[in-house]
């Protein structure tokens, strides 16, 4: 930024460099223009004197009086400036010489040389003068006779250049000290009058207001001071109007906050009512949902009794159309109290490991009827690189897939719905998981799309009528995915289809346990018949992720070699003949519900399948799995606990565990089921959660302090949609929670999750054999008692062990105390312990799965610490 000066250096610079500047410039043109005037007047002076010179010694040259040459020398000498003379003849012989020592005695000219000769010296001038004969010049071709050299020395001159340059130098001084004296006055003059200025600027700026600016002088100065006094005055009226507004505002103001006061008052008051009202409306939302859902729970069971027994067609329509309307109510009711729910913001996330195949399959099994109907396919795709399972609520990743899923195959009259699961890793221990539901059905214009999310709204009127439905799904699934740090859009064009894509960021779990080891696959080949592009494109990606070598064909005569093979068919009429076709044992997707086994070869699943029964049909076979499918529907000798203050629900439940062999126990309320919990050991435990007197999270925490079922899994059946904090749930010791009506299915679900059906597939052995004891003793009473006692004693830390061990999938753990316990149970009668410990052994020796083993050595733990709890050693000894 360029150096601005200030109006007293401007004038003080612009008043003394210009005239400075001429001065000088002046004084040494007329010092230099003397000079050079001096200088030439001098060289004209010598050259005249030295031509005179020339003159007077022609005739004393001609006659040759030397005499007389070194007179006239001498005489010349005496003039002013002259320093030195000498005489030469015509040959440059020197005459005579006058004056310093100086270099004329040793001057040379050239030969022929006619012309005077004028030689500047640093300090004078030398001239050399030629000597002409008027009375030679006829005779001779040279009429020179001689010559005359001068030097002249000007340092005479010099004092006078110093005289000039002492008068221009007081010339210059002189004019400086006029133009500083003049430039000071006007500076002195411009400074009080600026010091006048910004004194009356200051007291304007500190508020000062009576006071005049005056300046004497009738100037521009004097004009700008009017102004300012012009501009005080107006800025005092200004003030003086700002202060009357003030004192009117101040006093509106006050009377505003008087109101203001009142109406927070009453505000307080309303939102002290509404958040009551509001208090009062959960508090009936929840009571309501209570006593709706366990009627509804009741007419829905009862009448899945009746669809099991013989009727005429038309009592089977009525069962059947109260059963759907049931399931049509329930599902409304559920909406409802969701948005309810999450309106209050009091719906609490229950984050735990969950399968994103498990969660999608499940799903699409369940919705598989409705897709069946109308001819659907339902594909699902799980692009390499997704994570398999991640750490969420699965209850609400259900309810949001249910939605969306249950949504494109209410809106898609015919073609497929498809659900693509691809992810995008963002660390090591957080993945990006997005979900899209493509179907091909309706499809949604640019408004529609933007009503779908809106509170009981559809895209059209009209769909509430044609399709049903409350509009309260798609503002529940939004609201849940954005509880869950996540975002929900839709992409889609009338008559095109809609996709609804879902995006989440989730951290990866790496501590479930898998159900199975895909693995075993590995490099194995594989020979897939498919002619649909959807489920073959689904197919493939699920075989490759499992090692698979995939060789596909669209024709039945294509089948290529290999190890596996697999048929995908649809509903067309060349079932059969294609089946017929078929030479080899295969594994056969259907769209029938029915899944049926044929000799074969040939093992059946329906669509859409589960990975893992389609991996059980390729690795183990068919044989395998109808046993293990047998085994899977019945859990006999297995005793439930089924808490319930309504008798309904408890005759629907025993009626659904007495189909599947199971012993039933009922309790009507907490007392009841804390009793019997003391007096017998059961496999698992059915609670009801809102019951009188003591309700099931109390009852729950009690049979966890002590009795004989302690560790027995305890499941939460409720009809309240979800539990509000289901921390509280865990904190008291209960494993599972699902809320009423619960189907068939997802009971057989709970079952298979929460028991062991090898455990309870064959004949239990006794806990402990006392002639076997006695036997591996040689009937020693004492020592049998020690070693029996010394394995109890080690069984609690040993069951620790086996847990930890399971949860981090440490073979190498397993295999300790497998070893330790198959030790111990060869000097102790104790044949239940000993069998499982050989049947886990022997499937880890065979690298297979061990989940089922697992469950049933803890199981046989616990039948031991049960026994150890009801009978006395010493009694039993006789010792």
């Known amino acids: 930024m360029p150096v601005r000066l200030g109006i007293r250096r401007l004038i003080l610079v612009m008043g003394l460099l210009p005239i400075l500047a001429l001065s000088l410039a002046l004084s040494s043109y007329l010092m230099i223009s003397q000079i050079d005037e001096l200088r030439k007047l001098m060289t004209e002076r010598a050259k005249s004197s030295s031509e005179q010179l020339a003159v007077l010694t022609e005739h004393v040259l001609t006659a040759g009086h030397n005499n007389t040459l070194a007179a006239i020398t001498s005489a010349a000498l005496e003039e002013t400036a002259v320093k030195a003379i000498a005489i030469y003849t015509a040959d440059m012989d020197i005459i005579t010489h006058a004056g310093p020592k100086s270099d004329l005695s040793i001057i040379k000219m050239n030969p022929g040389e006619t012309h005077a000769q004028y030689e500047y010296l640093e300090d004078g001038l030398l001239i050399t003068q030629p000597v002409f004969s008027p009375s030679l010049s006829s005779q001779a071709a040279t009429p020179i006779v001689g010559w005359v050299v001068m030097q002249f020395d000007w340092r005479h001159l010099k004092i006078q250049q110093y005289q000039t340059l002492l008068i221009g130098t007081v010339f210059l001084v002189i004019a400086f000290i006029i133009c500083v004296g003049l430039t000071s006055y006007i500076n002195q003059s411009l400074a009080a009058d600026l010091t006048t200025l910004r004194q009356t600027i200051r007291k304007m700026a500190t508020g000062s207001r009576n006071f005049h600016a005056h300046i004497p002088e009738n100037d521009e100065f004097n004009e700008i001071a009017e102004e300012l006094n012009l501009l005080n005055n107006a800025h005092q009226n200004e003030l003086q109007e700002l202060q009357r507004s003030i004192e009117q505002t101040n006093i509106d103001l006050r009377e505003t906050l008087e109101t203001v006061e009142v109406q927070n008052i009453e505000l307080d008051l309303a939102r002290r009512e509404a958040v009551n009202a509001s208090r009062i409306k959960s508090e009936f939302l929840a009571n309501t949902s209570h006593e709706i859902r366990t009627p509804l729970s009741g007419i829905i069971g009862f009448s899945k009794i009746l669809l099991k027994s013989e009727m005429e067609v038309r009592q089977r329509e009525a069962i059947e159309t109260i059963h759907n309307s049931a399931n049509s109510l329930l599902t409304i009711i559920n909406d409802i109290l969701d948005f309810s729910k999450l309106e209050a913001g009091k719906l609490v996330l229950d984050n735990a490991p969950v399968n994103l195949r498990e969660a999608v399959e499940d799903t699409l099994q369940l919705l598989a009827p409705s897709a069946i ?148 696959l590995s490099g194995k080949s594989i020979a897939l018949y498919d002619r649909s592009e959807l489920q073959t494109q689904a197919l493939k990606s699920l075989l490759l992720s499992w090692g698979l070598k995939v060789h596909h064909c669209s024709n039945i005569d294509d089948l290529a070699p290999s190890d596996y093979c697999l048929i995908s068919s649809d509903n067309s009429a060349d079932f059969h003949k294609l089946l017929s076709e078929l030479d080899r044992s295969a594994v056969i997707i259907t769209p029938y519900k029915e899944q049926k086994s044929d000799l074969a070869g040939r093992t059946y699943l329906s669509k859409p399948f589960s990975h893992v029964k389609l991996f059980d049909a390729l690795y183990k076979g068919l044989e395998h799995n109808s046993a293990s499918r047998k085994q899977a529907a019945r859990f006999p000798n297995t005793n439930i606990l089924a808490v319930d203050d309504n008798p309904s629900n408890l005759h629907i439940l025993g009626n659904f565990l007495d189909d599947m062999a199971i012993r039933t126990h009922f309790a009507q309320n907490g007392a009841e089921a804390l009793q019997q919990c003391r007096e017998k050991h059961f496999d698992l435990i059915f609670m009801d959660i809102q019951m009188p007197q003591m309700d099931g999270i109390e009852t729950s925490k009690c049979i966890r302090k002590d009795g004989l079922n302690t560790d027995t899994p305890i499941i939460a059946l409720s009809a309240y949609l979800s539990p509000d904090n289901p921390s509280q749930l865990r904190d008291a010791g209960i494993n599972d929670y699902f809320s009423k009506p619960i189907s068939e299915r997802q009971l057989a679900a709970l079952l298979s999750k929460h028991l062991s059906a090898a455990t309870s597939s064959i004949e239990q052995a006794r806990p402990v054999d006392i002639k076997e004891c006695l036997q591996l003793t040689k009937n020693r009473p004492q020592l049998a008692a020690d070693m029996l006692k010394m394995l109890l004693e080690t069984l609690p830390e040993q069951r620790k062990h086996t847990l930890l061990a399971i949860q981090h999938r440490d073979f190498d753990q397993l295999g300790v105390i497998t070893h330790n316990l198959k030790g111990a149970c060869c000097y102790t009668g104790t044949p239940a312990l000993k069998q499982r410990v050989l049947e886990l052994e022997k499937a880890l020796e065979n690298k297979g799965t061990y989940e089922i083993q697992t469950t049933a050595l803890i199981s046989a733990i616990d039948d031991l610490l049960v026994w150890q709890e009801a009978h006395d050693l010493g009694v039993v000894f006789d010792i």
């Open 373 to 520: 109907e109308k001819d659907l396919e339902l594909a699902l795709i799980i692009e390499a690189g997704s994570p398999e399972a991640v750490v969420t609520d699965g209850l609400r990743l259900r309810q949001i897939l249910t939605n969306l899923i249950n949504n494109a195959i209410k809106f898609t009259p015919a073609g497929h719905i498809k659900v693509s699961i691809l992810s995008k890793q963002q660390s090591s221990e957080n993945a990006e998981v997005t979900i899209q539901i493509s179907d091909t059905g309706i499809g949604l214009s640019k408004e529609q799309q933007q009503e779908v999310f809106k509170d009981f709204s559809q895209a059209d009127a009209s769909i509430t009528r044609q399709y049903g439905g409350t509009g309260l799904g798609l503002v529940i699934v939004k609201r849940l995915i954005e509880q869950m740090g996540g975002e929900i859009g839709i992409v889609s064009e009338p008559g095109q289809g809609a996709t609804f894509w879902l995006t989440l960021n989730l951290p990866t779990s790496t501590n479930t346990i898998k159900l199975r080891d895909f693995s075993v």
